[in-house]
Structures are given as structure tokens and as C-alpha cells.
């Protein structure tokens, strides 16, 4: 008995300690390109060249200096929290009011309705963006924040509306009939009742659109000309390019770039695993 | 009203009075007043010490002398100005006037003929014969459709000279002189020649470009479109047993397939390898950073330690001591501008100040590029502004070097250029012979020909 038991204990000694191997391996390859940028982004190009993997030898700040101020980042960030903030608002109250409707008010034109939502998803930004180009043009919204507003919020909503239909279908029909019966509006139970209970699928689809719109940069690139008007992303997108001449400067825009949505992320981690565990089961 | 509803119309109210305020627009769409407003898309690199001055010592300067002009800027780098150029032709909403290549990334422009023909300007402000023949030369759509800022030579051979004196060697006369340095450079631990050719278009634009040149000779591509030569042919096959030849013999490290673009500049300047081949725009990589005051080789080692030249005689060339080159970059003006109209006119004023002598020897000075105006006088420029020796060697090395052969991937369509590009890395794998790599690429080219 004494045998097996030593047995047992050592082979979950060795369980334990290559499951630590294991995720300490895959922690150092996330972790180690960020150190690696950080660290470069305090070099200057001339030592980058002569020394990429070691520490800088002199730290050196004006790499950051001239990013923030050749890239006018102070306004691109500002925008991004604008885009981001409104677009992830808009998109959570328009797709879970539509959700709702198609989920618990159908009627002969539900499914089309639905279908003509949900299709969004099948469509790739490149093989919209000069006919977006062209309307937005069309329309006079052509380098103005609600042209660029419009279509992120219409982009993000397929994907809000099929994620919160599905989830308030499993809300049981006899939740919603009941308050009918007791006269509650579609309004009140929407707030009251549909709401509340589809808060962990509305988290999945407002950490999908702040990622998603935080990061875009295609979209604002064609539908803007104006740097008073352009986001993070394209700010960053100035400085990196493969003829690049200052690896500096370049490292220090990524950086400056990434810090928004590492604060989000550590922010905001609990929500993020919950949201995506919902979504996964739900979606 | 609940209370959750109040929030509800507050959010949304308030939403709405964000949008509309955002969306107003910036100041600079509403004050152009009578000032005539020209559009202009300028590609700008922001990581590039001179940008910022770029701003002012070009940008400013134009709208202070010229205060009935009012531009209207899109600065774009990289991608980002690529995909927003292909929108504006989508469109048929082309900039005023526009940053854009002869070929290659600009192709859209030339073929939908979305740019006026610039040399009619030119010759009615008798500027023609001012600018070097090659930049004014008819482009992709068999016109003129931008004005140049100089040729852009595509090989250049980088000399460390201290690393060959303190080996007891000189600079090389023959490919067969570098050749025989391989062996005693490489008992010291030192490379031959450094290239970063992970990147396909580096070995290609690079050195293989000019090597078909001395093969094929300057007109080797009209030769080619004639149907005189084809891939199959002797020199062709001879300029990928060359490159081969590189590989085998160790004048190229294999593990140059695995370096990225640019990454081997510091240790050519830190004496690891005799040569480093790119193109002549890297020389300003190596010159000082002037916000940092700092550079990978400093004035007095560029002089002292380095030169610039092209690769010397190869075995069985047609051509002696060419180079590879293309028209450089430049600007264009919309097709959409009416002709005869105070705009045009607006449009060409800019189009002749960024190709004019003040701002071309302005980019001489920071190692932009090499001008194309004539009036520009290099050597009085690099005397008079203590430039650094690399721009004055720059000056000499295109003056030794000619004539000038096609780049492939200036000439060729992707369809070919890119079969020629991945043969390239396969040859330097060692995982394809130069006759099977010419036999495809000879049927690349037959199937693109048959397509047209």
C-alpha cells in the first residue's frame, strides 16, 4: 500500500511539475514579444541594429516623445474612445431590441428580417468598402465621424443580433406571456425582464465590438482623410511599414498603441473569460 | 417613466449629441474661403528622422508663399495609403494631386488614366529638358502621368574597406576576386556579403535584377515582349546560375532566407560581413538620426571606411559595370480637374514646387532621394552643406555606374515577377535547379501573354 501510495505521489509530482513547465513555456511565448517590443522601443535604431535581443544599454525616451507628438496620438486616442464608446452602445441597445423582436414578437416577415441581419456576418469588410466608400461619398457623410459611426455600428450588429436572438430564444415564451397577461408593455418587459437576463451574452458582444472596433483601421482609413478624424490604429499603421527606416520610433507607436487595450484587458479580465465563456456556450 | 428607461433616452440623447458634435467636421473644412482648396494625398513615412521637418520645410513653405492656395493633406504610409489610393480610383474621386509610383503599386492610376498627362505642362513652361530623360519618359499608360522625384537605382554594393584592409584585401575587380575572399573572410567568422532575403523581392530587385541586365542587356525586356528571347534562353538561365553559384560558394549565407528585410545593416557596419547588398535608398539608413544625433555609420567612417558601388565583371556579361533602376516615385494631378481652370493651374504650381529646386535639394540633403531636376547641382549642394559622405558618394556612384537595365519587377507582371521571386528563394534552398525555375517561369510568362 505504502508503495502504490509513493507511487501515486510521484508520478503527481511529475504530472505537476510538467504542467508547469508546460504553461510557463507557453506564458514566456505570449509574454516574450511584448518584453522584447518594450524593450526595444527604449533603443535607438542604431543600437537596435547592433543589439536586438539584449537590454538597451543607454534607455532612450525620445523614441516615445516623437511618436506621440509625429502621430498625433492625444487625438487618436480621443477618437478610438469616441468610435469605440458609441459604437459599442449603439450596437448593444439596437441589436438586443431587434433580438427581441425577432425572438418573442414574430410575425410572417421575422425569418426574412432576421436572414437580412444575419447575412452581415457572411460579408467580408474588402468587398464592401468601395461600395461603402461610394454611398458614404453619396450621402455627404465623406470624412465626417458619423460616416465612419454609421457603418461600425452596422457592422458590429449581425453578429449582436444573432448572438442575443439566440440567447433570448432560450428565455421561455411563458416569462414574456405572463407579463402580457399581468399588462406589461413590450417596452417593460424588454428593460425588465429580457435585459437583465441577457446580460452575460450582452458582455460577450460588447467585449467582441470594443475589440473589434478598438483595433479597426481599414474602414477609418478609406472613409476619412482628415488626421483630426482617423483613430489609433491608423496612427500606429503611419510608423510601421516594411521599408521602415527607425525600428525606434516604430516600437515605441506599438507600444503606445497596445497600452489602451492591455488596461482594458486587465481591467476588465474577470468579464472578459465570463463573457466568452458565454458566448461560447450560447453562440 | 422607469427609471431604466430615463437612462435609456438620457444614453441615447446623449449619444446622438456626441455623434453631431463629432461629426461636425474640423475647422479646416470650413475655412478655405476664397482660397482655391486642393486635395492632396502625400505618402509619409513617420518614422523617418526628416518627417516632422518634412512638414515644415516643405508643406509649410508652399502654403506660406502661396497664401491663395489652400491644401487640404491626407498623410497615409505604407498599406493604409495603398488601399485608400484604390478606393479613390474605385470611386473615380482621385485627390487633386497625389503621391504615386510610375508602375507597380499605382498601376490602377495609370490604366484608368485617372492622372493628366504632365508633359504638356512641362513643355508650355519650357521645363521639359530640365529634368533627367529617363524621368520624363512615357510610363505605364504610354504617358506621362506623374512627375518624378529621380531614378531609383535598385542594386547597390555597400564596401566595408576596413574590413578588407585588415584582411590584406582590396576592392574587388572581377566576381571572381570576391569569390576568392570568401575562404580567407570566412577563417575569421566574417561573411562575404550580408542580404536579408527572407523578403522574396529582396534578391530580386536587389541583385537579380542587375545580373539579368548584364546577361540580357538594357533591352532585354523589349527583346522579350517581341518574342526574340525567352526565359529558356541562355542568359536568363546563366543570371539564376549565378545567384546559385552565390549560394553554393558561400557568398550568400543560406541563412540569409531567414533574415528579415533591413536587419542585417548593423552587423555589415559593425564589420561581420565585407558587402552588404540593397538598394541606393538604404543609405540613409546608415547616415545620422537627427533626433538622436546617432548613426549606424558615422561621417567620418564613411568616408574613411565604407564606399558605395555595384557588383564587378561577372563571367560571360554582355553589359560592363551596369546597374538595375527604375523611375522613382512622384506626383500626379486628378484627370478630374478641368482643363484650363484656376485649379489646374493651383494644381500644377504644387506639382512644379515639390519637383522644383528647392525641394528636391532639400531631399538630396536628407538622403530622400537622388533628383531628377537638373537644375539641382549635387556637387555644389553636398560642398556647400556639409552633408554627409555617403550623399557624395551616392552622387559619384551613379555617375560610375550605367547604363541603367529594367527591374523585373518594374517590367514583369506579378503573375511572372512572383514565379521568378519564389524560384529565387528555391534556388537559394537548394531545392531547384536554375534550368527548372527558368522552364517555369518561361510558362508563367506564356500563360500571362496568352491571357492578354
Not at chain 1, 472596433?213 to 491608423?234: G, R, Y
Not at chain 1, 516604430?250 to 472578459?272: D, H, N, T
Not at chain 2, 519650357?126 to 535598385?154: E, I, K, R, S
Not at chain 2, 526565359?231 to 539564376?240: A, G, H, I
Amino acid at each position: 500500500m505504502r508503495d502504490i501510495k509513493d507511487t501515486k505521489s510521484i508520478g503527481a509530482r511529475i504530472n505537476t511539475v510538467l504542467t508547469y513547465v508546460v504553461m510557463i513555456f507557453f506564458t514566456v511565448m505570449a509574454i516574450y514579444p511584448l518584453l522584447w517590443l518594450v524593450m526595444n522601443s527604449f533603443k535607438t535604431t542604431t543600437e537596435f541594429q547592433m543589439n536586438k535581443l539584449g537590454f538597451p544599454k543607454e534607455w532612450v525616451l525620445v523614441n516615445y516623445q516623437d511618436a506621440w507628438v509625429r502621430g498625433k496620438f492625444p487625438r487618436l486616442i480621443l477618437n478610438s474612445f469616441i468610435y469605440t464608446g458609441v459604437t459599442t452602445v449603439a450596437t448593444l441597445v439596437f441589436s438586443f431590441m431587434a433580438a427581441f423582436a425577432f425572438a418573442k414578437i414574430p410575425n410572417r416577415s421575422t425569418k426574412y428580417l432576421h436572414g437580412s441581419f444575419v447575412i452581415g456576418l457572411l460579408l467580408t469588410l474588402q468587398s464592401i468598402m468601395v461600395p461603402l466608400f461610394l454611398i458614404i461619398n453619396w450621402v455627404g457623410l465623406y470624412n465626417t465621424s458619423l460616416g465612419v459611426l454609421i457603418p461600425y455600428i452596422g457592422i458590429a450588429m449581425p453578429m449582436g443580433i444573432y448572438l442575443g436572438t439566440e440567447f433570448i430564444k432560450s428565455i421561455p415564451d411563458a416569462l414574456v406571456e405572463s407579463a402580457r397577461i399581468d399588462g406589461a408593455t413590450y417596452w417593460k418587459i424588454f428593460i425588465s425582464i429580457i435585459v437583465p437576463m441577457a446580460a452575460p451574452v450582452a458582455v460577450t458582444v460588447a467585449i467582441m465590438t470594443v475589440t473589434g472596433t478598438w483595433n479597426e483601421f481599414m474602414l477609418i482609413n478609406i472613409l476619412t482623410s482628415s488626421d483630426a478624424l482617423k483613430s489609433l490604429p491608423v496612427g500606429v499603421q503611419k510608423f510601421a511599414g516594411a521599408l521602415s527606416s527607425d525600428f525606434g520610433k516604430q516600437f515605441a507607436a506599438l507600444v503606445i498603441g497596445l497600452v489602451p487595450m492591455l488596461v482594458f484587458y486587465l481591467s476588465f479580465r474577470k468579464e472578459i473569460t465570463k463573457g466568452v465563456a458565454a458566448g461560447a456556450v450560447k453562440g | 417613466m422607469t427609471g431604466f428607461k430615463r437612462i435609456s433616452v438620457l444614453a441615447l440623447a446623449v449619444l446622438m449629441v456626441v455623434t453631431s458634435v463629432f461629426a461636425q467636421g474640423t475647422k479646416e473644412d470650413a475655412a478655405a474661403g476664397k482660397q482655391i482648396e486642393l486635395t492632396v494625398l502625400n505618402y509619409i513615412d513617420m518614422s523617418e528622422p526628416n518627417s516632422a521637418n518634412d512638414i515644415t520645410m516643405v508643406w509649410d513653405k508652399f502654403e506660406a508663399e502661396n497664401p491663395d492656395i489652400k491644401l487640404v493633406r491626407e498623410d497615409l504610409f505604407n498599406e493604409p495609403f495603398h488601399q485608400k489610393t484604390e478606393a479613390y480610383v474605385a470611386s473615380g474621386q482621385v485627390p487633386d494631386v497625389l503621391y504615386m509610383w510610375p508602375s507597380g503599386r499605382s498601376t490602377s492610376l495609370h490604366t484608368t488614366k485617372s492622372v493628366k498627362d504632365l508633359k504638356p505642362f512641362l513643355e508650355k513652361d519650357g521645363l521639359f529638358d530640365q529634368y533627367n530623360p529617363a524621368t520624363v519618359a512615357p510610363q505605364f499608360a504610354g504617358y506621362l502621368a506623374m512627375l518624378p522625384n529621380g531614378v531609383t537605382t535598385t542594386h547597390m554594393l555597400y564596401v566595408n574597406t576596413k574590413v578588407l584592409r585588415d584582411n590584406g584585401l582590396a576592392i574587388p575587380k572581377s566576381y571572381a576576386d570576391m569569390k576568392a575572399m570568401v575562404a580567407p573572410l570566412k577563417a575569421k567568422g566574417i561573411d562575404l556579403i550580408a542580404m536579408d532575403n527572407m523578403d522574396a523581392w529582396v534578391m530580386q530587385s536587389c541583385l537579380f535584377s542587375m545580373v539579368v541586365g548584364r546577361f540580357g542587356g538594357v533591352d532585354w525586356y523589349e527583346r522579350l515582349a517581341a518574342g526574340k528571347i525567352s526565359f529558356t534562353d541562355e542568359w536568363f538561365v546563366k543570371s539564376l546560375d549565378l545567384i546559385d553559384d552565390m549560394y553554393k560558394s558561400g557568398m550568400i549565407n543560406r541563412n540569409s532566407l531567414t533574415s528579415p528585410y533591413g536587419s542585417s545593416r548593423g552587423s555589415f557596419a559593425a564589420g561581420k560581413a565585407a558587402f552588404y547588398i540593397d538598394g541606393d535608398w538604404s543609405t540613409g539608413a546608415f547616415q545620422t538620426d537627427i533626433t538622436t544625433g546617432k548613426a549606424l555609420i558615422s561621417p567620418a567612417l564613411q568616408q574613411s571606411d565604407f564606399e558605395l558601388m555595384v557588383i564587378p565583371n561577372l563571367p560571360g556579361e554582355v553589359i560592363h559595370n551596369s546597374n538595375s533602376g527604375v523611375v522613382g516615385t512622384g506626383w500626379g494631378m486628378s484627370a478630374n480637374i478641368p482643363a484650363g481652370s484656376a485649379k489646374e493651374a493651383a494644381a500644377w504650381r504644387l506639382i512644379k514646387y515639390l519637383q522644383g529646386e528647392y525641394v528636391q535639394t532639400y531631399r538630396l540633403s536628407t538622403g530622400a532621394s537622388f533628383p531628377s531636376n537638373l537644375n539641382v547641382d549635387v556637387e555644389k549642394v553636398v560642398k556647400e552643406r556639409n552633408l554627409e559622405p555617403f550623399i557624395a558618394k551616392r552622387a559619384a556612384y551613379y555617375a560610375a555606374h550605367t547604363p541603367i537595365s529594367p527591374v523585373v519587377d518594374g517590367v514583369l507582371h506579378s503573375d511572372v515577377y512572383n514565379v521568378i521571386n519564389v524560384g529565387l528563394q528555391e534556388i537559394g534552398l537548394g531545392s531547384k535547379a536554375p534550368k527548372q525555375v527558368a522552364s517555369e517561369v518561361q510558362k508563367a510568362w506564356d500563360t500571362w501573354k496568352k491571357n492578354q
